[in-house]
């Protein structure tokens, strides 16, 4: 006798849910606690996208997960004015990679675990999610324009185009493979570090030094969270009681201490210090994004990926030894 197979197991259980761009935060929190009332498990990927687990809403609201996601719009349609694009897959990768192509404003998209090897397949490589400009420009130049040559592609020549891992991730993904979980999340807050001085700081090198270790504070903390910020703000307090800040964005979302770092000091040197009485300062990361969603770019400069490879290596460092065990020889000074 066969045992008679659950729905989960026949019908993609990955919800993908893009919003417009530009969406007001508080009109994205208002989209998740839709997506909550679908499912228990979801995660916030801001600022405009989510994923959705739904085993357990299929449980509740039956197989059909078209119907879910056409249920989805009508509630966001009718009770916030937003319409959604939603990708429905088996894996994390090809629900994101569904949603993206529905067109705007907004539709569903339903790929089943039978069909997603042959619609992966057939769509451009640039299509498939994870997959950013330089890494499709690399490999459209050896010829690799879909993502059915893509997986057809030996492993090992992938990562000599991409890099090791990012070349291994993107032939797994582009064969179907993509175990990660929807890990139930939260739109994140932002993430802050602070120095209060014991004394007036008056010197522009132990201003810096302190502001290097406020960097390094963060990178680590958001490596750690596996979150990167689109922005940065500084904040810094006068004796007296006055303040100044002010924000900017990154090129690209990071959490590496020298993306961070550079844009730190530029916003340092936008304040235009003139012997001004620091009582302390924050760096505050913005509009935090998950680190999966950060495309792995191809870095022609050896320099940087040896600093990242060394990046990573320190990290390991502090959290077997502490957090002051190593770090830049300019912030031993801003203690």
Same mark, same amino acid.
């Not at 679908?38 to 997960?65: F, I, M």
């Given at each position: 006798?066969?045992? %008679?197979?659950?729905?989960?197991?026949?019908?993609?259980?990955?919800?993908?849910?893009?919003?417009?761009?530009?969406?007001?935060?508080?009109?994205?929190?208002?989209?998740? $606690?839709?997506?909550?009332?679908?499912?228990? *498990?979801?995660?916030?990927?801001?600022?405009?996208?989510?994923?959705?687990?739904? %085993?357990?809403?299929?449980?509740?609201?039956?197989?059909?997960?078209?119907?879910?996601? $056409? #249920?989805?719009?009508?509630?966001?349609?009718? /009770?916030?004015? +937003?319409?959604?694009? *939603?990708?429905?897959?088996?894996?994390?990768? +090809?629900?994101?990679?569904?949603?993206?192509?529905?067109?705007?404003?907004?539709?569903?998209? *339903?790929?089943?675990?039978?069909?997603?090897?042959?619609?992966?397949?057939?769509?451009?490589?640039?299509?498939?999610?994870?997959?950013?400009? !330089?890494?499709?420009?690399?490999?459209?130049?050896?010829?690799?324009?879909?993502?059915?040559?893509?997986?057809?592609?030996?492993?090992?020549? +992938?990562?000599?185009?991409?890099?090791?891992?990012?070349?291994?991730?993107?032939? &797994? =993904?582009?064969?179907? @493979?993509?175990?990660?979980?929807? *890990?139930?999340?939260?739109?994140?807050?932002?993430?802050?570090? /602070? !120095?209060?001085?014991?004394?007036?700081?008056?010197?522009?090198?132990?201003?810096?030094?302190?502001?290097?270790?406020?960097?390094?504070?963060?990178?680590?903390?958001?490596?750690? /969270?596996?979150?990167?910020?689109?922005?940065?703000?500084?904040?810094?307090?006068?004796?007296?009681?006055?303040?100044? $800040?002010?924000?900017?964005?990154? +090129?690209?979302?990071?959490?590496?201490? &020298?993306?961070?770092? #550079?844009?730190?000091?530029?916003?340092?040197?936008?304040?235009?210090?003139? =012997?001004?009485?620091?009582?302390?300062?924050?760096?505050?990361? $913005?509009?935090?994004?998950?680190?999966? /969603?950060?495309?792995?770019?191809?870095?022609?400069?050896?320099? !940087?990926?040896?600093?990242?490879?060394? &990046?990573?290596?320190?990290?390991? @460092? =502090?959290? %077997?030894?502490?957090?002051?065990?190593?770090?830049?020889?300019?912030? =031993?000074?801003?203690?």
């Amino acid at each position: 006798m066969t045992a %008679k197979r659950g729905p989960a197991r026949e019908v993609p259980t990955v919800m993908h849910v893009r919003c417009p761009d530009r969406l007001p935060e508080e009109i994205y929190r208002q989209v998740l $606690e839709q997506l909550a009332d679908l499912s228990p *498990v979801v995660q916030a990927l801001p600022p405009s996208a989510a994923l959705v687990e739904l %085993k357990g809403a299929l449980r509740y609201h039956g197989p059909d997960t078209r119907r879910l996601g $056409e #249920t989805l719009r009508v509630r966001t349609i009718s /009770r916030l004015g +937003v319409d959604v694009r *939603v990708g429905i897959g088996p894996t994390v990768t +090809v629900a994101a990679t569904a949603s993206a192509q529905v067109p705007e404003p907004g539709g569903v998209l *339903v790929v089943t675990p039978a069909q997603a090897a042959d619609w992966l397949a057939a769509l451009p490589v640039q299509a498939l999610h994870g997959i950013g400009p !330089r890494q499709a420009e690399a490999l459209h130049d050896y010829g690799i324009h879909t993502v059915g040559l893509l997986a057809a592609v030996p492993p090992a020549t +992938v990562q000599r185009l991409l890099g090791g891992t990012a070349g291994r991730v993107a032939g &797994e =993904r582009a064969r179907g @493979i993509d175990p990660r979980p929807v *890990v139930p999340r939260s739109l994140p807050p932002s993430a802050a570090v /602070r !120095r209060t001085f014991d004394q007036h700081a008056l010197d522009g090198a132990t201003v810096r030094a302190a502001l290097l270790d406020l960097v390094v504070q963060l990178g680590r903390l958001l490596r750690r /969270r596996g979150q990167a910020a689109r922005a940065l703000t500084l904040t810094l307090r006068f004796a007296g009681g006055t303040g100044w $800040e002010k924000s900017r964005r990154l +090129v690209e979302p990071s959490a590496h201490d &020298e993306d961070l770092r #550079t844009l730190a000091y530029q916003l340092m040197d936008a304040a235009g210090l003139q =012997r001004g009485r620091l009582t302390g300062l924050a760096l505050r990361g $913005e509009d935090l994004v998950d680190a999966d /969603r950060v495309a792995q770019q191809i870095s022609l400069d050896t320099a !940087r990926e040896a600093r990242l490879v060394a &990046e990573a290596a320190v990290d390991r @460092i =502090r959290d %077997k030894f502490g957090p002051g065990v190593i770090g830049p020889a300019a912030t =031993r000074h801003a203690s």
